[in-house]
């Protein structure tokens, strides 16, 4: 948030508790959503990325999609060197995943930084086109690659007929900030239709479709500027 930002978040703020008189509580207790106009074609959001405030919500939605495609769908199971590593959180381990649902068509994100000078970065949005197993290998076993169609990727593409085409490899992470060291091993990717507000901060979103719910749950979370 800049400082212009800042400023209209303390004034509104303020003005809040003065009116309602409740002035321990922030926006003096009522839920506020600033929008710059209304929106006349509410259809051209129909695709667009929706924000969530909880992963449940996020797969919920992610799932509904993915079924929508009709297509054959992908768990893939993450392996781990520990019991530990197995217990541990996506955010313990680089944002790797301990199951993934993929398939042909899925919109995705990639959850790790692997080129960043050619926008293969964390965050970076595409459509899964195939899968890569190796011989007697398939789902759940972790595949040799998912070849993604990356929307805003610059460097060279792995399919003559298709641009834009990166091979992801499943990648080992390696954390000992649990006590002891621990891998998992996992393809960087995750289902993108929907993502958490905590996900999408730091992100630049053309446009977005967001589900604050009944009330804003973490102070100050639906500001934007």
Not at 62 to 90: C, D, G, M, W, Y
Request: glycine share 6%; net charge negative; aromatic share 8%.
């Amino acid at each position: 948030m800049n400082m212009l930002g800042q400023e209209m978040f303390v004034w509104v703020d303020k003005q809040c508790r003065q009116a309602t008189g409740l002035t321990d509580e922030l926006f003096g207790g009522k839920l506020i959503i600033l929008t710059p106009s209304t929106i006349d074609n509410i259809t051209a959001f129909k695709d667009t990325v929706r924000l969530y405030y909880s992963n449940d919500e996020v797969a919920k939605y992610n799932f509904e999609k993915l079924s929508v495609l009709q297509q054959p769908i992908a768990r893939i199971n993450a392996q781990h060197s520990t019991a530990v590593a197995k217990k541990a959180s996506a955010d313990e381990m680089s944002g790797l995943e301990p199951v993934v649902f993929l398939a042909k068509g899925a919109h995705v994100m990639l959850t790790l930084n692997l080129w960043i000078y050619v926008v293969l970065c964390n965050g970076a949005t595409g459509t899964v086109v195939e899968f890569i197993y190796a011989i007697n290998q398939q789902p759940p076993d972790l595949p040799i690659a998912v070849i993604v169609m990356f929307d805003d990727y610059t460097g060279p593409s792995i399919s003559n007929n298709i641009e834009q085409c990166v091979p992801i490899c499943s990648i080992t992470i390696m954390s000992d900030t649990l006590g002891t060291v621990n891998e998992k091993q996992q393809t960087p990717l995750k289902l993108a239709w929907a993502i958490t507000i905590h996900k999408s901060q730091g992100l630049t979103l053309t446009n977005a479709w967001i589900d604050t719910g009944k009330n804003e749950r973490t102070p100050g979370i639906f500001f934007c500027n």
